[in-house]
C-alpha cells in the first residue's frame, strides 16, 4: 500500500471540473510523450466520457502544451461490457459518441482499442479478457519480460456502491494478483458479464484520475474518504494502493459532508 495519500479537489460544477480536467490530462499528455512518444490511457464508461469531451474539445489556447496531439493516443478500456460494439451498454459505443466522433480532423486521431466482438458473438467472457490482455502485451511489451503494464494515464468513475472499473465491493477479482484483464460473468449491474483491468494494473499506474459528481455521490465518497468501514471498498483500494498518483475530480454536491481535505489547486 502507499503510503501517501489522494488528491482530492473539488470544483462548484461540471464546466469547472472539465475546465481544470483538461490541463492535468495534456500534463499527463506531455509528460508521456517526452518519455516514449505515445500515450497509453485507459477509460471507464458512466458519465466519465462526457465530461472528457468537454475538457478536451473546449477551444485550445494555441500552445503545444494545451493541445491533445490525439496521433499519438493509443485508448484503450478500464473496463467493458461483453456486448457487441453498437450496443447501447458499450463503453465503446459511449466514448465514440461522446469522444472520438467528435475530435476535428487537425487533432489528428487515436489508436482505439476496442474489445474483439467475436468472443462475445460466442460468449466466452474469459477468451474476451484474454485476447483483451494479448492486445496489451502487444502495445506495452510480453506478459513475460513485463510484471504489469505501466498506463500513462487511467481515468475512472465511481458507482454508489464504491465500485471503479467492474471492480465490484467483496468479489474475487479483488484478489487477482497475476492476470492483466480478468473476466466478471456475475456483475451486480447489468450486463452481469465484463471484462476489466485488475488491480495492480490501475494502481500501477503514472497518473489516476477519479471524475465523481453530483449529490448522489455523497456518501459513498464520505465512505471511501472519511470511514474505517469504507477501506475495502475498490474505489478505496486505489487510493490505498496508489495514493498521491491519484487525483479525484468532483463537483461540490458530491463532496458535500465529506471530512477529507480537498486540494486547493492542481
Not at 482505439?112 to 483483451?132: F, S
Amino acid at each position: 500500500m502507499a503510503t501517501t495519500q489522494p488528491n482530492l479537489y473539488s470544483f462548484p460544477n461540471t464546466e469547472a471540473l472539465a475546465k481544470e480536467l483538461r490541463p492535468y490530462v495534456l500534463r499527463c499528455q506531455n509528460a508521456a510523450l517526452a518519455r516514449h512518444d505515445t500515450f497509453r490511457i485507459a477509460v471507464s464508461g458512466g458519465s466519465l466520457p462526457a465530461v472528457l469531451a468537454k475538457a478536451l474539445l473546449a477551444d485550445s489556447n494555441g500552445s503545444p502544451e494545451d493541445t491533445p496531439q490525439f496521433s499519438k493516443w493509443q485508448i484503450f478500456f478500464a473496463d467493458e461490457r461483453a456486448v457487441p460494439l453498437d450496443d447501447k451498454d458499450s463503453n465503446y459505443l459511449l466514448l465514440k459518441d461522446e469522444l472520438l466522433a467528435k475530435i476535428p480532423a487537425a487533432l489528428g486521431e487515436p489508436t482505439v482499442y476496442p474489445i474483439d466482438e467475436k468472443h462475445v458473438h460466442d460468449g466466452n467472457t474469459q477468451e474476451l479478457a484474454d485476447a483483451y490482455q494479448e492486445a496489451l502485451m502487444r502495445s506495452f511489451a510480453a506478459k513475460d519480460s513485463v510484471k504489469l503494464p505501466i498506463f500513462d494515464l487511467i481515468l475512472l468513475g465511481c458507482g454508489p456502491d464504491g465500485h471503479t472499473c467492474s471492480l465490484f465491493p467483496g468479489h474475487d477479482l479483488l484478489r487477482e494478483k497475476d492476470a492483466w484483464v480478468a473476466a466478471e460473468t456475475n456483475s451486480p449491474k447489468p450486463p452481469p458479464k465484463r471484462i476489466t483491468l485488475t488491480l495492480p494494473v490501475v494502481t500501477s499506474a503514472a497518473h489516476i484520475a477519479f471524475v465523481a459528481t453530483g449529490a448522489g455521490k455523497k456518501d459513498i465518497l464520505k465512505s471511501i474518504f472519511d470511514s474505517e468501514e469504507g477501506r475495502s471498498l475498490p474505489s478505496s483500494l486505489v487510493n490505498h494502493g496508489a495514493g498521491d498518483k491519484v487525483s479525484w475530480f468532483t463537483d461540490h454536491p458530491a463532496v458535500e459532508g465529506v471530512a477529507y481535505p480537498r486540494r486547493g489547486s492542481l
